[in-house]
Protein backbone atom coordinates (compact mmCIF):
# COMPACT_ATOMS: atom_id res chain seq x y z
CA UNK A 1 0.00 0.00 0.00
CA UNK A 2 0.81 3.34 -0.86
CA UNK A 3 -0.52 6.83 0.87
CA UNK A 4 -0.12 9.86 -1.32
CA UNK A 5 -0.53 13.34 0.19
CA UNK A 6 -0.58 16.44 -2.22
CA UNK A 7 -0.01 19.99 -1.23
CA UNK A 8 0.46 23.71 -2.61
CA UNK A 9 -2.20 24.53 -4.85
CA UNK A 10 -3.84 27.79 -4.77
CA UNK A 11 -4.93 30.79 -6.68
CA UNK A 12 -2.71 32.58 -8.70
CA UNK A 13 -2.49 34.96 -11.78
CA UNK A 14 -1.89 34.29 -15.20
CA UNK A 15 2.33 33.96 -15.78
CA UNK A 16 3.25 33.03 -12.37
CA UNK A 17 4.17 29.78 -11.02
CA UNK A 18 3.53 27.49 -8.04
CA UNK A 19 4.88 24.37 -6.70
CA UNK A 20 2.92 21.04 -6.02
CA UNK A 21 4.25 18.16 -3.39
CA UNK A 22 3.34 15.01 -3.34
CA UNK A 23 4.82 12.92 -0.19
CA UNK A 24 4.24 9.12 -0.51
CA UNK A 25 4.22 6.93 2.65
CA UNK A 26 3.94 3.14 2.39
CA UNK A 27 5.65 1.01 0.26
CA UNK A 28 7.77 2.48 -2.58
CA UNK A 29 10.86 1.53 -4.18
CA UNK A 30 12.82 2.27 -7.18
CA UNK A 31 11.16 1.43 -9.59
CA UNK A 32 7.62 3.03 -8.55
CA UNK A 33 6.42 5.86 -11.02
CA UNK A 34 4.74 8.79 -9.56
CA UNK A 35 2.62 10.82 -11.70
CA UNK A 36 0.64 14.02 -11.91
CA UNK A 37 -2.82 14.17 -13.31
CA UNK A 38 -5.49 17.09 -13.25
CA UNK A 39 -8.99 17.50 -13.85
CA UNK A 40 -10.35 20.53 -14.74
CA UNK A 41 -14.30 21.70 -14.54
CA UNK A 42 -16.38 19.31 -16.94
CA UNK A 43 -13.70 17.45 -18.29
CA UNK A 44 -11.96 14.23 -18.32
CA UNK A 45 -9.02 13.59 -15.62
CA UNK A 46 -5.63 14.14 -18.31
CA UNK A 47 -1.86 13.08 -17.56
CA UNK A 48 0.48 15.64 -16.54
CA UNK A 49 4.15 13.96 -16.13
CA UNK A 50 5.50 10.95 -14.59
CA UNK A 51 8.94 10.15 -12.71
CA UNK A 52 10.73 7.01 -11.80
CA UNK A 53 12.76 7.35 -8.81
CA UNK A 54 16.18 5.46 -10.08
CA UNK A 55 17.49 5.95 -12.93
CA UNK A 56 15.76 8.93 -13.26
CA UNK A 57 13.35 9.44 -15.91
CA UNK A 58 11.01 11.86 -16.48
CA UNK A 59 7.78 12.18 -19.76
CA UNK A 60 5.55 15.25 -19.85
CA UNK A 61 2.18 15.70 -21.69
CA UNK A 62 2.96 18.27 -24.23
CA UNK A 63 0.87 20.80 -23.65
CA UNK A 64 2.86 21.52 -20.55
CA UNK A 65 6.46 20.73 -22.01
CA UNK A 66 8.80 23.07 -21.06
CA UNK A 67 6.42 24.83 -18.25
CA UNK A 68 6.14 22.28 -15.49
CA UNK A 69 9.30 20.13 -14.10
CA UNK A 70 8.93 17.17 -11.82
CA UNK A 71 11.28 15.78 -9.75
CA UNK A 72 11.41 14.01 -6.77
CA UNK A 73 13.65 13.50 -3.12
CA UNK A 74 13.52 10.13 -2.32
CA UNK A 75 14.88 11.30 0.92
CA UNK A 76 11.81 12.96 1.71
CA UNK A 77 10.25 10.26 -0.23
CA UNK A 78 8.30 13.16 -2.30
CA UNK A 79 7.69 14.42 -5.62
CA UNK A 80 7.26 17.97 -6.89
CA UNK A 81 5.66 20.09 -9.96
CA UNK A 82 7.49 22.76 -10.48
CA UNK A 83 4.37 24.85 -12.38
CA UNK A 84 5.99 28.39 -14.50
CA UNK A 85 3.68 30.39 -16.28
CA UNK A 86 0.83 29.52 -15.83
CA UNK A 87 -1.99 29.40 -17.68
CA UNK A 88 -6.06 30.16 -17.14
CA UNK A 89 -6.36 26.82 -18.73
CA UNK A 90 -4.05 24.73 -15.82
CA UNK A 91 -6.60 25.46 -13.58
CA UNK A 92 -7.60 22.12 -12.02
CA UNK A 93 -7.56 19.97 -9.69
CA UNK A 94 -3.93 18.22 -9.65
CA UNK A 95 -3.90 14.57 -8.54
CA UNK A 96 -0.86 12.46 -7.58
CA UNK A 97 -0.31 8.97 -8.24
CA UNK A 98 1.80 6.21 -7.81
CA UNK A 99 2.63 2.69 -9.74
CA UNK A 100 4.93 0.10 -7.86
CA UNK A 101 5.23 -2.40 -11.05
CA UNK A 102 7.55 0.19 -12.98
CA UNK A 103 5.87 0.63 -16.03
CA UNK A 104 5.93 3.95 -17.94
CA UNK A 105 2.36 4.79 -18.46
CA UNK A 106 0.39 7.53 -19.01
CA UNK A 107 -2.91 6.02 -18.80
CA UNK A 108 -4.30 6.79 -15.12
CA UNK A 109 -6.10 3.28 -14.69
CA UNK A 110 -2.76 1.98 -14.59
CA UNK A 111 -2.23 3.68 -11.13
CA UNK A 112 -3.40 2.35 -8.33
CA UNK A 113 -3.03 4.42 -5.50
CA UNK A 114 -3.75 8.55 -5.53
CA UNK A 115 -3.43 11.10 -3.92
CA UNK A 116 -6.56 13.16 -2.52
CA UNK A 117 -6.25 15.59 -4.93
CA UNK A 118 -4.89 19.51 -4.58
CA UNK A 119 -7.05 22.53 -6.30
CA UNK A 120 -4.66 25.19 -8.76
CA UNK A 121 -6.63 28.28 -9.78
CA UNK A 122 -4.93 30.52 -12.88
CA UNK A 123 -7.12 33.59 -13.14
CA UNK A 124 -6.23 35.76 -16.47
Known amino acids: QVQLVESGGGLVQAGDSLRLSCAAS????????MGWFRQAPGKAREFVAYIRWSPAYTFYAASVKGRFTISGDDAKNTVYLQMNSLKPEDTAVYYC?????????????????WGQGTQVTVSS
Open 97 to 113: AADNRGRFTIDQTDYPY
Open 26 to 33: GRTFSRTI
